[in-house]
T-cell receptor, first 109, second 116 residues
Framework: GQNIDQPTEMTATEGAIVQINCTYQTSGFNGLFWYQQHAGEAPTFLSYNVLDGLEEKGRFSSFLSRSKGYSYLLLKELQMKDSASYLC??????????WGAGTKLIIKP | SAVISQKPSRDICQRGTSLTIQCQVD?????MFWYRQQPGQSLTLIAT?????????ESGFVIDKFPISRPNLTFSTLTVSNMSPEDSSIYLCSVDMLGVSYNEQFFGPGTRLTVL
């Protein structure tokens, strides 16, 4: 079957750095997405990786290792507004999006 | 990008009734999707709404329970039929927009449904 694993919840301190991991087992791979979802709101796009390596976008970076079926989202200089759920999603060989359950990130002052 | 609106934003319904959720996009799109998200859970794809043909349902979802219409390239509806408390969830409409190297999904604000 197809599976995406993320930690259920993480806690970090304002101003610090946090890494949210995602591992996947899917039938084929055509890219990995990270989305941010604030409570009661729709998910919004953060990043896309299809090749191995690090993609940096401001305070957020996303890393991919296809051989390990592994990705992480790195958030730097954490702000209170970063408190949200972070969803990892993989596009399989049929270009269908498979979603992880999401990681709830709690930021403390 | 795409701007998506959904109606209603929330509703409280009685068991056995039906609710139709509308999704409107500000541009023409080929692919529209309907998701369900239960509290603390991931997104579950219900179906893909195809313009001019029947929707394509995922395993565990059937047309009798979740009929979908797609009359044109900017609009779709999802009906939750004969509701039970287990149908209480957030229902999200989304669209695929083709970028330079990948398709990005944009989501509507969601419809929060409570069934009593």
């Amino acid at each position: 079957g197809q599976n995406i694993d993320q930690p259920t919840e993480m806690t970090a301190t304002e101003g610090a750095i946090v890494q949210i991991n995602c591992t996947y087992q899917t039938s084929g791979f055509n890219g990995l997405f990270w989305y941010q979802q604030h409570a009661g709101e729709a998910p919004t796009f953060l990043s896309y990786n299809v090749l191995d390596g690090l993609e940096e976008k401001g305070r957020f970076s996303s890393f991919l290792s296809r051989s390990k079926g592994y990705s992480y989202l790195l958030l730097k200089e954490l702000q209170m507004k970063d408190s949200a759920s972070y969803l990892c999603a993989v596009t399989d060989s049929n270009y269908q999006l498979i979603w992880g359950a999401g990681t709830k990130l709690i930021i403390k002052p | 990008s795409a701007v998506i609106s959904q109606k209603p934003s929330r509703d409280i319904c009685q068991r056995g009734t039906s609710l139709t959720i509308q999704c409107q996009v500000d541009s023409q799109v080929t692919m529209m999707f309907w998701y369900r998200q239960q509290p603390g859970q991931s997104l579950t794809l219900i179906a893909t709404a195809n313009q001019g043909s029947e929707a394509t349902y995922e395993s565990g979802f059937v047309i009798d329970k979740f009929p979908i219409s797609r009359p044109n390239l900017t609009f779709s509806t999802l009906t939750v039929s004969n509701m039970s408390p287990e149908d209480s969830s957030i229902y999200l409409c989304s669209v695929d927009m083709l970028g330079v190297s990948y398709n990005e999904q944009f989501f509507g604000p969601g419809t929060r449904l409570t069934v009593l």
